[in-house]
């Protein structure tokens, strides 16, 4: 069965430095999504992409966030100079033809920053 | 978007059938009732969805209200695979939704053996 995968499982940084996280959606899918779960907390949205571009995006979704689809398959989240509020499981989802239809998450990539 | 409303916690005996309530007073005429759950260090994974009638599947059953002012997420026989953390959420499908789920605290299920 497809599935959404994302790298890294778990990663590490200092405050202040750039990471990006990478999820590879499935195949035929069109709508691409970043979530994030603080620990303990309820999973937040982040942002919604499709054809190239943000359709919607959270308060939290500031300036020092970016979103990518570099070529066709990666889906990448980008944060630039990174703060321990940061700190989270990022989830990447995807759907398919229409933007109601089931969204399928990956295993999600830890961020820890110190 | 419309809000829901879950117990925080239940518990449940293996094997035995499981009953997750959601109340959703102000849910409007083109929200669909989704259902996702989240097992312990996964990302959310769908269950069921649905707009009016009962609806199953492999996983679970749909018990919707005939006011759809609250569902019903039926597990027939918990196992120890289905303690997570289950979540009801509305989903409008009008024109102005990009398609995000908005979670809420959601229920953690527990299931002893």
């Known amino acids: 069965e497809p599935e959404v995968t994302q790298t890294p499982s778990h990663q590490v940084t200092q405050m202040g430095q750039e990471v990006i996280l990478r999820c590879v959606p499935i195949?035929?899918?069109?709508?691409f999504y970043w979530y994030r779960q603080i620990l303990g907390q309820k999973v937040e949205f982040l942002v919604s992409?499709?054809?190239?571009?943000?359709?919607?995006k959270s308060e939290i979704f500031d300036d020092q966030f970016s979103v990518e689809r570099p070529d066709g398959s990666n889906f990448t989240l980008k944060i630039r100079s990174t703060k321990l509020e940061d700190s989270a499981m990022y989830f990447c989802?995807?759907?398919?033809?229409?933007?109601?239809?089931?969204?399928?998450f990956g295993p999600g990539t830890r961020l820890t920053v110190l | 978007d419309a809000k829901t409303t879950q117990p925080n916690s239940m518990e449940s005996n293996e094997e035995e059938p499981v009953h997750l309530p959601c109340n959703h007073s102000?849910?409007?005429?083109?929200?669909?009732i989704h259902w996702y759950r989240q097992l312990p260090s996964q990302g959310p994974e769908y269950v069921i969805h649905?707009?009016?009638s009962n609806v199953n599947n492999r996983m679970a059953s749909l018990a919707i209200a005939e006011d759809r002012k609250s569902s019903t997420l039926i597990l027939h026989r918990a196992t120890l695979r289905d303690a997570a953390v289950y979540y009801c959420?509305?989903?409008?499908?009008?024109?102005?939704?990009?398609?995000?789920?908005?979670f809420g605290q959601g229920t953690t299920l527990q299931v002893k053996p």
């Open positions: 992409f499709y054809n190239n571009e943000i359709s919607e």
């Open positions: 649905g707009l009016t």
């Open positions: 195949s035929n899918h069109l709508y």
């Open positions: 102000t849910i409007s005429g083109t929200d669909y």
């Open positions: 959420i509305l989903r409008d499908v009008g024109s102005s939704n990009t398609g995000k789920l908005i």
């Open positions: 989802a995807s759907s398919g033809v229409a933007r109601t239809d089931t969204q399928y």
